[in-house]
């Protein structure tokens, strides 16, 4: 699944639109579609919007073997 779907779905769940997510994040809805559009977020982005729907992101990289490197948590 895109990013930009994990977080429509994530609004979906929260009970707020995509509009009320980019006012929350001080963007203007047409832009930050248009960012959703191009799959242009990066890790900041993603952290901002787990703030502002009071979510906690857990990241990281999953080498070969097994091991977790978090980079944020």
């Known amino acids: 699944m895109q990013p930009s779907q ?15 997510l980019a006012r929350r994040l001080g963007k203007s809805p047409q ?3 248009q960012k959703l559009n191009r799959e242009n977020l990066n890790l900041n982005d993603i952290d901002n919007i787990a703030t502002v ?3 906690k992101i857990e990241c990281s990289f ?9 980079i944020k948590g």
């Open 6 to 20: 994990q977080i429509k779905l994530l609004c979906l769940k929260c009970g707020i639109s995509l509009s009320e």
């Open 53 to 55: 729907t009071g979510c």
């Open 31 to 33: 832009s930050f579609t």
């Open 62 to 70: 999953i080498m070969q073997n097994g091991e977790k490197v978090k």
